[in-house]
């Protein structure tokens, strides 16, 4: 038995030994009340027509964390800082992105759309005082043989746009460490600290400083029906521990289509209140943008002085094409310069890719994607979660893509397998047995976190630090924290 998996199973029987299964969820509630409404997600009926704050549940999560390679762990963190830069080099290089964004923007009107935006605010006579990113990036553990324990960082994704998590990432990690001390102390010390919450908060009071009025508020864009109130409490609770006289609006983008105007000087007013700060947790998927009051509100936001998280610059830069652009080596020649090192940890890194021209023409892939569709991920070439697909569901999506002349959306990644182990699992809603701990085999998916404050196109601050393991049964191809498919969790090393 590999190490990793020998862990986990002494922790599970460990629990189920020292526990019942109602003491251990009597445990886990207590410790979430200790932090009040701060490791919590709200839900929502279809009856729902407004947010009920009586809906509330835990966030879904493990017990205890999982086991992590403690060399990949270190490598994600080391590459972070060529990530920021693969960010940043590219959302100050348009015609970069337009050499990727032309054989895809006829086909994606959302992407469209945006880069319209783009070139309209190029135009306006003020701008930003600065912009700011925050960024994860994803990995999976590619497990290189079924029989060993080696296993190779993958990346899967890079996120620029309504980064979630960071916050809740940080209780997570104190629940570990508090339950590891009850019940496995000598693994307490393989329990690293997260910086998560503090390079998110630091970072986003940083940015309202540098707007340089006191007076100034901060405005979290939020969606009308909003699930992750958890993170974004704790987030605003961080930010008025710098500053308790600092106000922060949650508003959707209805609020700021009926109570916000621009003055002459692209000053962004809330009401009377002046905006120093716009931190987006919304904006990301076409549906967000259901009719055009929602876009004008969005244009009057990226058209203001205040700093945005992400600027639109730097959301484009978020899009998945650009992740199969890096198949590319004179396309990060061009990002990275003299940077060889940035280069080298792409290719650490990458997991193969193709384009669909290439499902179209190649045989090779064709009969990979006829007799082994398991082994490969369809994938949407804009930002946003979901619609990633696997097995029957990608031949299925693949001719209708073909069919609707739909490719230069898409494209293929081969699958990552990452290893498997047995978890205890806190779930949001009971189970048949009306139970909220159960046994599963889960595998997970590691974020590293990043940030950015660029005035002019030159980076005055950033960050790197902290990250958020999402974990999910090893059956599922995705698994998101809000449907209860996923459970927030974190690392020990190993």
């Known amino acids: 038995m590999k190490r990793n998996e020998k862990t986990s199973k002494i922790a599970c029987e460990k629990i189920l030994h020292n526990f019942n299964r109602n003491e251990l969820n009597f445990q886990c509630q207590r410790w979430a009340l200790a932090h009040g409404k701060c490791f919590v997600q709200r839900y929502f009926t279809q009856d729902d027509k407004i947010q009920n704050d009586s809906n509330v549940l835990l966030y879904p999560f493990t017990i205890c964390p999982s086991p992590y390679p403690h060399s990949e762990y270190e490598k994600a963190h080391e590459i972070q800082h060529g990530i920021n830069m693969f960010v940043q080099n590219l959302a100050f290089n348009i015609d970069l992105m337009d050499s990727v964004f032309k054989n895809l923007i006829e086909y994606d009107p959302f992407i469209k759309r945006l880069r319209t935006i783009y070139d309209q605010i190029q135009q306006l006579p003020y701008k930003s005082v600065a912009e700011t990113c925050i960024i994860r990036s994803d990995y999976m553990l590619q497990q290189m043989n079924m029989f060993a324990q080696r296993t190779k960082l993958r990346l899967v994704e890079i996120n620029t746009i309504a980064v979630g998590l960071g916050a809740a990432a940080k209780l997570i990690h104190d629940w570990h ?85 621009l003055d002459s000087k692209g000053i962004l007013y809330f009401g009377n209140f002046e905006v120093a700060f716009v931190y987006y947790r919304t904006g990301y998927d076409p549906k967000h943008f259901y009719n055009e009051d929602i876009w004008q509100a969005y244009i009057m936001l990226e058209s203001s002085c205040a700093i945005k998280c992400p600027s639109l610059r730097y959301h484009l830069a978020g ?23 940035y280069i080298d940890d792409f290719r650490y890194v990458l997991e193969d890719m193709f384009t669909m021209d290439q499902a179209i023409n190649d045989p090779v892939l064709q009969r ?36 609707n002349k739909q490719s230069n959306r898409y494209f293929l990644m081969s699958r990552i397998y990452p290893p498997i182990y047995s978890s205890l699992i806190r779930s949001a809603r009971p189970n048949d047995n009306n139970e909220f701990i159960s046994e599963k085999q889960i595998n997970g998916e590691l974020g590293v976190f990043g940030s950015l404050i660029s005035r002019n196109g030159t980076v005055i601050f950033e960050r790197i630090g902290g990250s958020l393991l999402r974990s999910k049964p090893a059956i599922n191809v995705e698994g998101g924290i809000a449907s209860g498919q996923g459970y927030i969790d974190s690392v020990f090393l190993v």
Request: proline content about 3%; aromatic content about 10%.
């Open 177 to 261: 460490k508090q339950f590891l001390t009850q019940i496995l102390p000598e693994l307490v010390s393989q329990l690293p600290e997260n910086e998560s919450y503090n390079l998110v908060i630091d970072t986003l009071f940083e940015s309202w400083k540098i707007y340089n009025n006191s007076r100034a508020i901060i405005l979290f864009v939020v969606p009308e029906h909003e699930f992750n109130i958890g993170d974004q409490m704790l987030i605003e609770k961080g930010l008025l521990s710098f500053e308790n006289s600092l106000l922060v609006k949650h508003v959707t983008f209805v609020d700021i289509y009926r109570n916000c105007s």
């Open 319 to 341: 899009m998945k094409c650009f992740q199969l652009a890096t198949n590319d080596e004179e396309f990060l020649g061009k990002l990275f310069h003299e940077h060889e090192e």
């Open 368 to 403: 990979r994607i006829l007799d082994k569709p398991d082994s490969l991920y369809l994938k949407q070439s804009r930002e946003g979660g979901g619609n990633v697909y696997c097995g029957s569901l990608l031949k299925e999506h693949i001719n209708e893509i073909i069919m």
